[in-house]
T-cell receptor, first 112, second 113 residues
Framework: DQQVKQNSPSLSVQEGRISILNCDYT??????FLWYKKYPAEGPTFLIS?????DKNEDGRFTVFLNKSAKHLSLHIVPSQPGDSAVYFC???????????FGTGTKLQVIP | DSGVTQTPKHLITATGQRVTLRCSPR?????VYWYQQSLDQGLQFLIQ???????AKGNILERFSAQQFPDLHSELNLSSLELGDSALYFC????????????FGEGSRLTVL
């Protein structure tokens, strides 16, 4: 049962434009949603998170939007930079020391 | 540097063998998670420990086992290895908190020939 889904395995965007990565989930009990970034040969690193009681969280060029009724979240990167090229994982947790469930990832390529 | 250390970084072995992957969490983190990533697939949750006790179990095969020791380091044991066990195995640690943010090690790449 894939509780967190990223339906787009890859995305290609021109430098300076907006990148939008999408994620859907099925478990309405999730408390927090997180985005991780992964470069080749490295472990995933935390990027940004959002609480289930909010609908938007912004950190510099990165903004995450949460639509609870649709069980959908998205990560916006504006403007996109070549260094943003990586695999992005959406994740969801029940908070605290609970299991964190990851999506399958979206490979973002930002073209200079 | 996440502060999570995994050894070995690379491991090549044969089918039927047994290997042990080791993880040292960030200083002070009580919880350790193991994830498997195969062939550019997502991160599959295997198992979680909290302060030495098993906390949650995911899609972990019976041939695999793990434990967390009193000093909080963790080991993942993989036995009777099959070709399909070739993957990246990530360890992550967590300080808890509201978000459940995880800090990942660089992974151990296992190749079974």
């Amino acid at each position: 049962d894939q509780q967190v889904k990223q339906n787009s395995p890859s995305l290609s965007v021109q430098e300076g434009r907006i990148s939008i990565l999408n994620c859907d989930y099925t478990n309405s009990m999730f408390d927090y949603f997180l985005w991780y970034k992964k470069y080749p040969a490295e472990g995933p690193t935390f990027l940004i998170s959002i609480s289930s009681i909010k609908d938007k969280n912004e950190d510099g060029r990165f903004t995450v939007f949460l639509n609870k009724s649709a069980k959908h979240l998205s990560l916006h990167i504006v403007p996109s930079q070549p260094g943003d090229s990586a695999v992005y994982f959406c994740a969801a947790s029940l908070g605290g020391y609970q299991k964190v469930t990851f999506g399958t990832g979206t490979k973002l390529q930002v073209i200079p | 540097d996440s502060g999570v250390t995994q050894t070995p970084k690379h491991l090549i072995t044969a089918t039927g063998q047994r290997v042990t992957l080791r993880c040292s969490p960030r200083s002070g983190d009580l919880s350790v998670y193991w994830y498997q990533q195969s062939l550019d697939q997502g991160l599959q949750f295997l198992i979680q420990y909290y302060n030495g006790e098993e906390r949650a179990k995911g899609n972990i095969l019976e041939r695999f086992s793990a434990q967390q020791f009193p000093d909080l380091h963790s080991e993942l044991n993989l036995s009777s290895l099959e070709l399909g066990d070739s993957a990246l195995y990530f360890c992550a640690s967590s300080a808890g908190g509201d978000t459940g943010e995880l800090f990942f090690g660089e992974g151990s790449r296992l190749t079974v020939l």
